[in-house]
């Protein structure tokens, strides 16, 4: 029974907070738009009992996810969103690996401040480091001023809305989620385990590659997925960063949902972002369980 | 079972002209402040079975390393095969290590840990196959094979370090408290089979253990260190029956160490340990000085323990049973003498413990011979 009940705490929130504003997403995206409060119809009127049940089901098709094959719009801004979170998951592994390697061959009382180094950013609002970011990329913004003042450059070069500003964006935001996991795993890795490759004949360079990286596998992936998963439905960098001229899948939907107020719309491009991104998290979760399979 | 005709006994360390493989030339080692290895020189030879052997922080771990490229040598030189192996990186030495953890490549099957080696040498891939094989029968896990390290026992990870270290076939294998985390049963097992493979195999071994009666099992010579320093080498029975000195006698086995002054005789030396106790007279082709403070080292099973005086026994004491330790196989009784004194004398109990002759408080004598002990100076 206390095991159950255990269990069930899980289980409750998740239902409670993920799978019922599922329902009622996947409810809107099958509904029509309207003008009214809410802005789609049918809506579910059980006074009418078992016919209002019926007409309320009857309401409901897939007419919002065929407009969406229609405009060449929605899967331009799909492709594109996985691009740019595939090209920038693989930056952040480029920068976060050798940060994570620096910390776990650090000192070890080093360790915990440098660990809280990569963690302090969260402690300041998200959306006000978003801004100073602008204040930084921005054609009269700091780096520009700071390249121009050493004579590097002669103009100003136009990093702000432009896709490159969105990469740094997400590069930024999302680096802890890599070095934590590649961290933990580099942390765990056994000296004598390299001193080994090396006594069979490995260069350091060589036992690096054939025992540091497979060992630090799970940590890459876990680290990759936790970038790869939100950085594809980020909204807030592309649009405050990228300017118009980047398309992200977040940003339509956003657009849909309060410029245009079609509700129905924005739900099945939602429907369908949360349908491509099952695959890599049904992905990651199995990675984790091979991990822990390994260690038990 | 029919025996082969006795070998000519192993002992190239006697030989004047036979050329060490490694030669440590007044070596040391110092981590800071700190002297690690103290100005040290040793030979060892080949197909030997060295053991390093001393308490933890002796600096046999540290002299492990160094031959194995781990560690920078601060003064001095060690030769491997006549060539002087300090700019020699750990990976191109002819030398493999047997790690203490095992070390072995927990995302690799035993196969590809034993063929990790032949990989990084390049060995073509029929070679590599032959050998790894030949290295499975040789320990034993041609079953295990496909399995990954977390998948088999100690013992048998073990079995798999000790045939990733010897794929290679090194000049020189070096162990690392190779056993110290196997059971005792095991440890034992594996002791006999350790030496069986060096002389299959005949590879030089170099051990390193704070187990004694490992280093004794398996070793043709043992090195017992203290401190960064050398305190006695030679092979395992010379450093039972004749230690160098009091340190050695006292960390090998068990000891009665009596200390007195020396009254030098012709062939012999008499020596005065306690008051109102007789002289104990010892053999010995050493000269002392009269009046010299001397230790007498005696192993507990060379005193014999009798009810009776015995007749012309060249040393005899009389005491008091204090304490019976009861090992199974021996038994162990400390005598308390008239002075206070505690002597520890073993036997065999070759009768069954309800047959035992002697008990708490019975009054006892002690006799040995007079080629029983060793004089040490002190």
């Known amino acids: 029974m206390r095991r159950f009940a255990l269990i069930a705490i899980p289980y409750a929130w998740l239902l409670a907070l993920f799978l019922v504003p599922f329902l009622i997403v996947l409810k809107i995206s099958l509904s029509d738009i309207t003008l009214a409060i809410p802005p789609y119809e049918p809506t579910l009127d059980l006074s009418a009992g078992w016919e209002g049940l019926k007409t309320f089901f009857s309401g409901l098709d897939f007419e919002n996810f065929t407009f969406l094959t229609t405009d060449d719009l929605y899967w331009k801004a799909y492709l594109s969103s996985l691009r ?6 693989l930056i952040t592994l480029c920068v976060g690996y050798p940060i994570a390697y620096g910390m776990a061959q650090s000192a070890p009382e080093w360790r915990p401040t440098l660990l809280m180094l990569v963690i302090l950013p969260f402690w300041t609002s998200f959306l006000i480091r978003v801004y100073s970011w602008m204040g930084i990329l921005s054609t009269e913004g700091v780096l520009n001023q700071f390249l121009l003042w050493t004579g590097l450059i002669s103009e100003p070069l136009t990093i702000l809305n432009t896709p490159t500003a969105v990469y740094i964006g997400i590069v930024y935001t999302y680096l802890p989620f890599m070095i934590l996991p590649i961290y933990s795993a580099l942390e765990k890795l056994d000296i004598s385990l390299l001193e080994a490759a090396e006594d069979l004949g490995c260069s350091r360079l060589k036992a690096f590659w054939l025992v540091t990286i497979p060992l ?18 980020e909204f807030v960098i592309p649009s405050l960063l990228g300017g118009s001229r980047t398309l992200m899948i977040g940003k339509v939907l ?3 949902f309060f410029n245009n107020r079609d509700w129905p719309v924005a739900s099945a491009v939602a429907i369908i972002l949360l349908l ?3 695959v890599p998290i049904i992905l990651f979760q199995r990675n984790e369980q091979k991990q822990r399979e390994a260690e038990g | 079972m029919a025996q082969p005709k006795p070998q000519t006994v192993f002992a190239p360390w006697t030989d004047p002209d036979a050329k060490p493989l490694i030669r440590f030339r007044n070596v040391t080692k110092r981590f800071g402040d700190f002297t690690a290895i103290d100005d040290l020189t040793l030979d060892i030879y080949e197909k030997e079975f060295f053991a390093l052997l001393g308490p933890s922080g002796c600096g046999k771990t540290t002299m492990m390393r160094m031959l194995a490229g781990f560690e920078s040598i601060t003064e001095g030189t060690i030769e491997l095969a006549g060539q002087d192996i300090a700019p020699v990186p750990p990976n191109k030495r002819a030398v493999n290590m047997m790690f203490q953890s095992y070390a072995l490549f927990p995302h690799l099957s035993v196969w590809d840990n034993i063929a990790f080696g032949l990989r990084r040498e390049g060995m073509e891939k029929d070679r590599m196959n032959t050998r790894v094989e030949e290295m499975l029968r040789l320990t034993r896990l041609e079953r295990f094979a496909k399995r990954k ?25 070096l162990l690392d408290e190779p ?11 594996t002791q006999f089979e350790l030496m069986d493979i060096q002389e299959k195999t005949g590879t030089t071994f170099v051990i390193v253990t704070h187990d004694q009666e490992e280093a004794m099992t398996v070793a043709s010579r043992v090195a017992v260190m203290d401190e960064g320093r050398l305190m006695q080498v030679d092979t395992p029975a010379e450093i039972y029956e004749q230690p160098a000195t009091t340190y050695v ?7 009665n160490l009596m200390k007195g002054n020396a009254d030098p005789k012709e062939g012999f030396v008499l020596l005065d340990w306690a008051p109102n106790q007789p002289q104990i007279k010892a053999e010995t082709s050493k000269n002392f000085a009269a009046g010299q403070e001397l230790h007498y080292a005696i192993r507990p099973e060379k005193i014999a323990i009798t009810a009776e005086k015995p007749a012309e026994a060249p040393n005899a004491l009389q005491g008091k049973v204090l304490d ?5 196989n021996i038994s162990t009784y400390h005598v308390e003498l008239p002075g206070g004194q505690i002597v520890k004398a073993q036997t065999a109990n070759t009768r069954r413990l309800a047959n035992r002759g002697f008990t708490w408080e019975d009054e006892v004598w002690l006799s040995w011979t007079a080629t029983a002990g060793v004089l040490l100076e002190s």
């Open chain 1, 276 to 278: 491509i991104l099952i």
């Open chain 2, 324 to 328: 019976i330790a009861y090992l199974g």
């Open chain 2, 179 to 189: 056993l110290g985390a196997l059971d005792a049963k095991l440890r034992q097992d």
């Open chain 1, 254 to 256: 956003w657009e849909e």
């Open chain 1, 216 to 233: 630090s596998r799970p940590g890459i992936i876990a680290g990759c997925f936790l970038v790869f998963i939100p950085a594809i439905g």
């Open chain 2, 149 to 173: 390290p977390h998948q088999i026992s100690g013992g048998q990870r073990q079995r798999v370090a000790l045939a990733r270290s010897l794929a290679k076939a090194p000049k020189l294998l």
């Open chain 1, 84 to 89: 740019i979170g595939a090209i920038s998951t």
């Open chain 2, 249 to 255: 006698a006292d960390f090998i086995g068990d000891v």
